[in-house]
């Protein structure tokens, strides 16, 4: 019924690889008569919208929310980058793919999903956190993410003018 719903209503329930199948939705208490939780992201923090009987209620609840069509939006708007396609979109923006030596080869970028659509990840430093900027498919598009980002940019840009005499870090240049 809950599908049904989200169809009358043009939305989309967000699958996710969790226990409850569903972007936003955890599985808190089994056996009891409500045992799915929804929640979003607002303001840095969780949120808990309420408790459901099934995972598709507590996506419903989501996916009306103001993050859940967000993110649907989101996810709906732009296919993933190739490799190629975001080395060529850094280079057209005048940004740096800063090259490093990790197992995804660019500075900032972890690949921690193997096997899923989107195992790249993208992290910065901001404010002394770990911030996660996303989920990519390629690890040249989580790197092209980092450059964007204002961290990113001041990387670059203390790299190359960098007046401490250490070699500035390797830079990808697209082909």
Known sequence: ????????E??????ADNS?????VGLSHPGKPKPYQAYVRRGGKNVHLGSFATAEEAALCVARSPEGQAAAERA????PLTSEEARQQAQAEGLTLRLADNSA????VGLSHPGKPKPYQAYVRRGGKNVHLGS???AEEAALCIARSPEGRAAAAKAAVSITGKSAPRQAKAK
């Open 1 to 8: 019924e809950a599908r049904q719903q989200a169809q009358a």
């Open 10 to 15: 043009g939305l989309t329930l967000r699958l």
């Open 20 to 24: 409850a199948g569903y972007f936003g």
């Open 76 to 79: 709906a708007a732009a296919p």
């Open 105 to 108: 080869g660019y500075f900032g």
């Open 136 to 138: 990519f498919a390629t």
